[in-house]
């Protein structure tokens, strides 16, 4: 079955970074994946939460938020209900869990690095979207750092992105648009660096899994995974030689 | 004295309408003056707040808000102090206000108009910009009601637009950023049609102010509406006819 | 046409000020301005908020609040719905504003006033009567903060009242009640010393409006702020001298 | 020993009632025990809560609050910490219940009477002067019900008043001013018919009291509150030939 | 008229007190009266509020709340409303203040215990049983503390429990459980030491009571708060003797 | 490198259920993992959220949360923040998808059951124990409505258990306890039925992880969950049959 845009099972959709977006943050990237667009903007203040005072280490964190129309319908505004969207909390944990575990928090040296993900057109793949933004926008931050003399190396271990794979009718796809995923059995979200897991986030929203399946949607996610990255390293220059 | 962008006193600065910026909204317009940057969407929805159920008339409203980022320093979200900015909210209440002066609500029908204004870039006048754009995406939400034969005429009875003006130094300014607004002794948003006020809003925020000098101010502000009407028409072409 | 209540189209209404009304504030008054009756409270604290520290000037704030039943029908509190009220939020930024224009920060020395302004009874007008008792109640407690020998004079510039104008049918009026103010068609706060602007808020609900309509309402507001200004004088005696 | 305002230990502060102190309420009175001074307004709406609907039956409701300078500090407001003050909770509850003992609801009818108890000026035995109070506003919004022909007779079956006993130093005390209040050993708040108990609250915050105590501060508080009842009936006039 | 359970008119539902029921915190209680069954858990930590800082004074406060079916029916939790329970709000205070009043807080030294009292079953009566549990967790964790040698003597002045009673026919009962509650004419609190009171919140939630009947509850309390003072000193045992 | 507890790296903790455990839920469960203890409550309301109106299905939701000292260090209650535990929203999320998979929603008729997971003592696993616990809860309350006539079948189409597993050093384990969990370099929560995924998070917090490391957690999962389903068909006996 041909898929709604034509694409392969295996294909990514045509992605397109945005460097130096917005003007003021230490790392600013618009990331397009598709329809879906992300504006992915990287603070850095020289304070840490309570629990690293004094640590000598840094620490990374990510808020993830919707414009009230990035969606069919609108969503009215988390502050007009007083409470925080479900969704978005989860998303906001696993940005920040993911790009922690590739941060090397003593050459971070004691600040915090907080990424915005804001999504302003959403088409599917938010958060996988929103991941491969953040790291982009993590790294330009890192390098303003060490353009200001304030850390010696970019603290990163590796490169991170993000795709999701779900299974629509019978056949594993690659990097859903909203329209598949609204008919996938399952429906699953992958962060690796370029050959190991991060995070792996599977659920059988109509139906349980099997082995089989899981191997099927892991390899789909491998191949996308490591053509981000190729694109991660074009937009990030000189800069992707140091992570 | 020369201004900072070496700008005439009287001169706006560059303003570039982006139509149809995000897909879903019935009314989408990314309006750029300056390095100011706001995404405007305009969304209908078929129903009226308590007040005005069953007058067969509709409403327009307006929300707005700053990405955290959108300024030099990070601003948190208003969820994480369950608090919306009170700025944010005296500035929506302008937005809606603006609108609503030249909406005639019996031909808009039962229904509600909704304009966020989310200010992705900020550098002075973002309340100004925002009404100017927030026209063009009311005007483009009724055509796009008009066209699926909701309503029989755009309900809009005439054009709007805002500019800042102050007097920095001694001398009468157009159309403020960011670095001038911060020193200005008095500081006026003015909200017109071609050639009436809708809304003054003047503040001799480090002193006093006179007539001579308000008269001046409001010289000043109508050539600046009068240049981002004619903008207006243009990005809106055959629409502007109707209005 | 006559007014509601018998009044020229440049008559205030009656206004007395209870001085001292409640024992606690370090300066209290009650205003009543026709059947619109304000408590106006100012509290010294020896403390500033964060970016005044360390600067050796003061601060000056005020918050606006209605009783559930100052007004015809009754208005929840808001902290049944946990959010402030916008208009509430909308007028005590302009209250403050209006204020800290005619205040002498330096000589205020590093504390803050705050200036609560509670309506009991409203029937129009209540953000203009609370900025001109709001000053008297400012004057009052800079007044308790000499006579305690902890600021050398009063830090204040010059008198400040407000008033409100507005264009009904076609005629201009001065100091708007209730059933007058929700038929006009153009709606102007002005705030101003002696003979200055300190803001000017003018709002055409109904319809633009032009200069000199604006001028008119303009010359309205002048008189009835200088007869404000003498009610101001009388009630603060020998401390009037000192501004 | 001698009370600080020479009172004799069985003597109440004076108390004056001053009837329709706030024009729009259906019942209002401003009531001053000492120095302590309440604004208590009856709204009566023609709904009830989900509990009463389709019962036949009405409801009667209080809220408690202090403007923030009611007290010798300043006291934020409780929107401003998005937190209702734990004590006014407390406070509400009581006055509502104290009313609602001694209301008909089948006579009252399917509606609801919320009496807001605002203290401008706080002197001890806030909540009881309160309590005293809020019944006399009931009662004039029951007379107002009656007089539009919405209910038959005064839907109330008795008078309730209620006062502060106390001990301080080993003296039992009638009616506690704060300084007193802030020395007792043991404080009882009572809330009285004529002749029967509706609430006895009764603290022993620095030591616990005996049989012999509870006695003695019962026959001072049924002392006071056969006065404040008589008090009562003066300011309501005919009405209270009904209740 | 028999009691729904079979109990004599002055008999206490069974009561037992499970120690050490959860492992992590300092004293820790299951306490079960009849159906109702309540953890109490008290937590020691090394600071105290505000107004007890460098007062070497310690000091006790409680936290009371219920899981959502404890109940017949579910109550949505406190979070879902963004509103603590109003009842719950005046049961905490209740709890707070009964333990303070036999806490020697000069002898606690400078440190908070605060007892949370959490309803897992409700069968009437839970406050009561709270604050019977929390005295016993609040021995225990007092016991704690002089076991690792920060203080020196257990710092509670005396035992303190507590119980309902409530006139239902005409008949004063001891110790109501639910169903007994909810058709309670005359319903009281009573928290005392051995011999004498330390509160009594009485309420004639149906009709006003008078002073026999009100002596005839006290007696029944007394009781039944000698048998529960009984049962602590058994769940104690030797850190009975120290109190 | 043996465990702590002795068991084997393939080993679950001891798991016991108390059926029935609160009186009114119509399902409960206290569910004990080793020291991990969670109430599981599940509550059936005869109404459906907004989206399921008049589709004649139902919906299953679940709500995690802890008392304050389920812990070793005391966590105040959400209520105090106005801010509910952003890891307590992940987890009821995630309990909620769990139970959804495996439930028949048109068998189910138009109604909502809500289980409440409530932790009163954590030691680890408390979401994988809550997922455990909470099936068993939920087909309590299905058969609760079976029994009651209003379904004819229950409505679960098959068992769902969940357990953690970890690679700790370098070795996997099973089931893990909180002082495994803080050490473990890859982390993962399993869900199935008796041989099919429903959901697979696995973290590489400190490090990423490989196919075959993730293989070789899955077995170990699949073991525990088949030893879990065993314990939840014995205690629920003969309604496991419908199952």
Chains 1, 2, 3, 4, 5, 6 share one sequence.
Not at 27 to 47: F, P, Y
Not at 54 to 77: I, K
Not at 181 to 190: L, Y
């Amino acid at each position: 079955m041909p898929r709604i845009d034509g694409r392969k099972s295996n294909e990514l959709r045509p992605v397109t970074f945005y460097k130096d977006y917005i003007k003021y943050p230490e790392g600013s990237v618009l990331i397009e994946m598709g329809d879906t667009k992300v504006i992915c903007n990287a603070t850095v203040e020289e304070r840490v939460p309570p629990f690293k005072k004094d640590s000598g280490e840094g620490w990374v964190t990510a808020e993830y938020d919707m414009l009230p129309r990035a969606t069919h319908d609108r969503n009215g505004r988390d502050i007009n209900r007083l409470k925080q969207n479900k969704r978005s909390v989860e998303i906001s944990r696993l940005i920040g869990r993911a790009l922690r575990s590739v941060v090397d928090n003593k050459a971070l040296g004691e600040r915090t690095i907080t990424i915005d993900c804001d999504v302003i057109q959403a088409d599917g793949g938010t958060r996988t979207a929103s991941i491969t933004g953040a790291f982009v926008a993590l790294a330009l931050a890192c390098n303003h750092l060490k353009k200001k003399g304030l850390i010696k190396k970019i603290p990163l271990k590796s490169f991170v992105a993000a795709t999701s794979v779900g299974i629509v009718g019978s056949e594993g796809l690659l990097d859903l648009c909203y329209s598949e995923d609204s008919k996938a059995q399952v429906d699953m979200n992958v962060v690796m660096t370029n050959n190991e897991y991060i995070e792996i986030q599977g659920t059988g929203e109509e139906a349980p899994f099997n082995r089989n399946q899981l191997n099927e949607l892991l390899e789909l996610a491998e191949k996308g995974i490591q053509e981000l990255i190729e694109k991660q390293k074009e937009v990030l220059g000189d800069i992707a030689n140091e992570i």
